[in-house]
């Protein structure tokens, strides 16, 4: 056996430990490809004025009357969306007004739970709303379905799954129309491009912005293992020139330095700036999938808020009634 035949071999064997040690490092430092986009929506004065008042109108007696007053004013700054003010007044209306009148309490809990929904604090919707008379309305109370879709989304939004849960069930049992568009709503919102593809084939509008999404989304994966044979190349990748050049010097400039350490015979020194090449080259990688991903959520979001606007298929859209 002579020796080149011996060192063949070795080089095989090293090779297969290099690319097994990738392929590890890889895996530990493998970003999810999962989209969590921001997306919101445009609320006007204009729209929120036209949502019609479910309840009675007050009376004159009522109207005169402490808690009448306070609640005239309270829905006064709820139209305008000064919603601070509003709940504020709703609850000096609240304290005012006679234990007894159950229907005024209704209508003055359903403002306050609006007004905190609208301004998309969804916590106090959701302990405001448990404290309140409105756990035990049912279909006869005339925004129920409203109601149903607050809770909905502020339970989604604050990730209590199994409630959100029920009240989907609730809405599937009393109004599955609307059910159906809440289902759309939350599979835009959340990013679900897989249930959108399957379940809404039909929907011209929803499969053009899917193709569109897909033709102009970079590849995670391909991301990181760009950056993984050439630091840097993986932002490079996804437009970050800056970044890209900023990782290649970085790793170039510790790869020189330790090669330089060691072989001057400086050992230590060349083990700090390994550890420091390391911690950049392991990071380079793990940030260039983070990178891809914000990414593709930002041209998400591009594609999918218009949509979501343009159709009005926000939950807060699907509300009929206001103050």
């Known amino acids: 056996m002579n020796l080149q035949s011996y060192l063949n071999p070795m ?3 090293k090779n297969l430990f290099l690319v097994l040690l990738l392929s590890f490092v890889c895996s530990c430092y493998r970003v999810e490809e999962k989209l969590e986009p921001k997306i919101s929506y445009t609320l006007k004065e204009s729209h929120v004025k036209s ?8 009376t004159l007696e009522e109207r005169s009357q402490d808690w009448g007053k ?3 004013i309270a829905k006064k700054f709820a139209k305008e969306l000064d919603l601070y003010r509003a709940i504020t007044n709703f609850r000096r209306s609240e304290i005012l007004l006679p234990e007894e009148d159950l229907y005024r309490q209704q209508e003055i809990e ?13 916590e106090n919707v959701i302990e405001y709303f448990e404290k309140s008379s409105l756990c035990y309305v049912d279909k006869s109370f005339e925004a129920f379905k409203d109601l149903l879709i607050i809770l909905y989304e502020s339970y989604r939004e604050t990730e209590n799954e199994e409630k959100t849960q029920k009240i989907l069930e609730l809405l599937k049992d009393n109004y599955p129309e609307t059910e159906k568009k809440i289902l759309l709503s939350t599979a835009l919102i959340e990013a679900d491009v897989e249930i959108l593809k399957e379940n809404y084939p039909k929907n011209k509008n929803i499969q053009s912005m899917i193709v569109s999404y897909k033709k102009e989304k970079k590849s995670v994966k391909t991301a ?3 950056n993984t044979f050439i630091p840097g190349s993986g932002y490079l990748y996804i437009g970050q020139k800056k970044s890209a050049a900023t990782a290649f010097l970085l790793n170039g400039l510790f790869i ?8 001057r015979g400086w050992t230590a020194a060349g083990t700090i700036t390994a550890s420091f090449e390391a911690g950049w080259y392991f990071g380079g990688i793990y940030g260039a999938g983070e990178e891809a991903n914000f990414y593709n959520e930002r041209i998400y979001e591009s ?4 949509l979501l606007n343009r159709d009005r298929l926000f939950p807060i859209f699907l509300i009929k009634y206001g103050f």
């Not at 609006?114 to 998309?120: K, R, V």
């Not at 594609?303 to 218009?306: F, H, I, M, N, W």
């Open 110 to 122: 359903y403002n306050i739970t609006l007004s905190y929904y609208l301004g998309q604090k969804f």
């Open 51 to 58: 949502l019609k008042n479910p309840f009675k109108q007050l």
């Open 70 to 72: 306070e609640f005239i």
């Open 256 to 263: 020189y330095a330790t090669y330089e350490f060691f072989h």
């Open 224 to 226: 990181q293992l760009l």
């Open 11 to 13: 080089k095989t064997i």
């Open 303 to 306: 594609k999918a808020t218009p």
